[in-house]
């Protein structure tokens, strides 16, 4: 089946640095991605569309000079979390689907921790 | 707006059965999905529902009403492993992505 890989797990950082985030399509190309963020016992909320070759397209309220992201392949995005705070810590999770009517197939997660 | 509501919290027996409701208000409707997340972990795909009436998948089965914008989750035989949150998404015609529930944290006790 279609799988999502996403590193790093875990993140700790420090307030003001900027963190990486990797979301990769192992098995499958993936011209959209999605990324949420999910607060402890809360639901998925839908931070931004990442298409390949062209600009995110972000959910209200999400910053898009603070959370970078870049999709330069069929296979690859990247989430950046820029000069990080303590209320960014959270669960940030990746997903994408294999076509249209498929199921989204999400990566494991990072847990990201700004002290 | 849009908006899917789920009961927030549900306990159930070993061995019972369990049902999950999920109504949703949405601008376009494609179908409805459901996830399970085990705490720390992310979410897996259960089941999908795109017309009216149930679809089984082993222990779990899913119905979808369109009519009546409603759908449930049914867990049969329920084990230990069951405990997780189980979260109602929908697809919306137009979208690529899925506008997931509040989400319901089942607890299965001996």
């Known amino acids: 089946g279609a799988v999502v890989s996403q590193h790093p797990s875990r993140v700790i950082c420090k307030s003001g640095t900027s963190v990486k985030i990797e979301c990769r399509s192992l098995?499958?190309?993936?011209?959209?991605m999605f990324w949420y963020r999910q607060f402890p016992k809360q639901s998925l909320m839908l931070m931004a569309t990442?298409?390949?070759?062209?600009?995110?397209?972000?959910e209200q309220g999400v910053e898009k000079d603070k959370f970078l992201i870049n999709h330069a392949s069929l296979t690859l995005s990247t989430l950046t979390v820029t000069s990080a705070h303590p209320e960014d810590s959270s669960f940030y999770i990746c997903s994408a689907r294999a076509g249209d009517t498929s199921p989204l197939h999400f990566g494991n997660g990072t847990r990201l921790t700004v002290t | 707006g849009q908006s899917l509501e789920q009961p927030s919290e549900v306990t159930a027996v070993e061995g019972a059965i369990v049902q999950i409701n999920c109504t949703y208000q949405?601008?376009?409707?494609?179908?409805l999905s459901w996830y399970q997340q085990h705490d720390g972990g992310a979410p897996t795909f259960l089941s999908y529902n795109g017309l009216d009436g149930l679809e089984e998948t082993g222990r779990f089965s899913s119905f979808l009403s369109r009519s009546d914008s409603y759908g449930y989750l049914l867990l049969q035989e329920l084990q230990m492993k069951d405990s997780a949150s189980y979260f109602c998404?929908?697809?919306?015609?137009?979208?690529?992505?899925?506008?997931f529930g509040t989400g319901t944290r089942l607890t299965v006790i001996p």
């Open positions: 949405t601008s376009g409707f494609y179908g």
């Open positions: 098995d499958f190309q993936a011209t959209t």
């Open positions: 990442s298409n390949e070759g062209s600009k995110a397209t972000y």
């Open positions: 998404a929908v697809d919306q015609t137009g979208a690529n992505n899925l506008f």
